[in-house]
């Protein structure tokens, strides 16, 4: 079983930057594929971007590449985006997914374990 837990969203103007975190339960995190996922209302839930368990291949949707960096730490079972220059159509609910195999994946359906979420707001 692994267990996420989302911070750092919250409430930013245009143009500003937010970092979200993910803290991640298992001894086995090193191994996970791990992604970001965001849904603002009424829309799917879309890829936002994908780091390789051994943080060496990232992977970014079209929307948010040169903006939006992921990373991670496999001692303290985490993972981070760090997200700049945010415009007001990146505003929805961000989470984050483990995938327990090591092909990558952009599906939604292809990761095993969700977080809560955490609300981003970007104001115009």
């Known amino acids: 079983q692994v267990q996420l837990v989302e911070s750092g969203g919250g409430l930013v103007q245009a143009g500003g930057s937010l970092r979200l975190s993910c803290a991640a339960s298992?001894?086995?995190?090193?191994?996970?594929?791990m992604g970001w996922f965001r849904q603002a209302p009424g829309k799917e839930r879309e890829f936002v971007a994908a780091i390789s368990w051994s943080g060496g291949n990232t992977y970014y949707a079209d929307s948010v590449k040169g903006r939006f960096t992921i990373s991670r730490d496999n001692v303290k079972n985490t993972v981070l985006l760090q997200m700049n220059s945010l415009k007001p159509e990146d505003t929805a609910v961000y989470f984050c997914?483990?995938?327990?195999?090591?092909?990558?994946?952009?599906?939604?359906?292809?990761?095993?374990?969700w977080g809560q979420g955490t609300q981003v707001t970007v104001s115009s």
């Open positions: 298992g001894r086995a995190f090193g191994t996970y594929i």
């Open positions: 997914a483990a995938r327990l195999t090591r092909i990558m994946t952009m599906r939604a359906s292809g990761y095993d374990y």
